[in-house]
């Protein structure tokens, strides 16, 4: 369970910088609100946090990445950042 955290961290990483990658290649903000709202939905869905602060309550870590998900959802929704 914990190889494939550390994959879908990695994958999830790696489409994150393939969306801001397009957004610069074509020039179209709608490639960074997607890869932030995506990035936040997997926080969401699969929380993770350093491996440095693994000694922490579990709980508040959990609460803590999906509330930061959230927050990324919100950025990818609210902002324009092609403009």
Same mark, same amino acid.
């Given at each position: 369970?914990?190889?494939?955290?550390?994959?879908?961290?990695?994958?999830?990483?790696?489409?994150?910088?393939?969306?801001?990658?397009?957004?610069?290649?074509?020039?179209?903000?709608?490639? *960074?609100?997607?890869?932030?709202?995506? !990035?936040?939905?997997?926080?969401?869905? !699969? $929380?993770?946090? $350093?491996?440095?602060?693994? *000694?922490?309550? *579990?709980?508040?870590?959990?609460?803590?990445?999906?509330?930061?998900?959230?927050?990324?959802?919100?950025?990818?929704?609210?902002?324009?950042?092609?403009?």
């Amino acid at each position: 369970m914990n190889e494939m955290l550390k994959t879908s961290f990695a994958g999830r990483l790696a489409v994150f910088v393939a969306f801001l990658a397009l957004g610069l290649i074509f020039k179209n903000g709608i490639f *960074h609100n997607v890869a932030w709202s995506f !990035y936040g939905l997997c926080m969401i869905a !699969y $929380p993770c946090w $350093p491996k440095a602060w693994d *000694h922490g309550d *579990h709980k508040k870590l959990t609460l803590g990445s999906r509330i930061a998900g959230v927050l990324a959802v919100v950025i990818g929704l609210i902002t324009r950042f092609g403009v």
